[in-house]
């Protein structure tokens, strides 16, 4: 793998027990970070970190990310083992469970959970990383969706969370600027995860002709574009959102 300087830095990977988190995790790994693997599920995020073994392993631990103690205690157990923070992947998010429905359909307990985890999640923990970061640089990497840019139906909920992923990513970008903090995003095309074939029927098909790229995304087809934002080579991007989609929005 090509050196992208990222040896040694200590990263953190939200919701990183399963699906795109754990493929950032194994890919930041790979090319030599040490990855802290965080997750509302401790017992996965264990089991999760125990697979990047031969990677150097990783450290995990538990955290909730809608709730502001749970991450700070998380970004303090991360600073003691690790030795401080580089780079934050904020990938956490309500996907899967979730059944399409019209808007008017949705509860308001439902609507109120997606956004506690979706958008508050990114706030909290771009919060508890910011002290830690502002005094030598950093990379803060947002997982937005590609949804919203084509508006998918039936999941306004989850659509307007990850819109909201990008408004953050644009002001972030603005306000850390000046410390050397670089914040994007990615969104994420419809992706081969456990969660999407469970949500989708016919998973591995779904929305493959529409692409530029004929086949279905799978979790490593994400990993380029996280390795390049959380390394030197894009100091010079800031708050841009990357579509990883296989041009399927542009046809």
Known sequence: MTDLGLTGKSAIVTGA????????????ARAGAKVTIADINAAAAR???ARLASHGGAFSVSVDV??????????????????????????????????RKPFFEISTDEWDRVMSVNVKGVFLCAKAVYPHLKGHGGKIV????????????LWMHYVTSKGGVIAMTRVMARELGEHG????????????????????????NYGVARGAIHRAS???????????????LSDFVTGQTVIVDGGRQFI
């Open 17 to 28: 027990a399963g699906g795109l988190g754990f493929a950032f995790a194994e890919g930041l």
């Open 47 to 49: 089991e999760a970190a």
């Open 66 to 99: 809608s709730d502001e103690t749970s991450v700070q205690a998380m970004v303090r157990d991360v600073v003691a083992t690790q030795g401080g923070v580089d780079i934050l992947i904020n990938n956490a998010a309500i996907y899967a469970g979730l059944k």
């Open 142 to 153: 947002n997982i937005a969706s590609a949804t919203v840019f084509s508006g998918s139906p």
């Open 181 to 204: 903090i670089n914040v994007n995003a990615i969104a994420p095309g419809f992706t081969l995860t456990d969660a999407s074939r469970a949500a989708i029927e016919d998973a591995e």
């Open 218 to 232: 799978q979790p490593a087809d994400m990993v380029g574009a996280c390795l390049w934002l959380a390394s030197s």
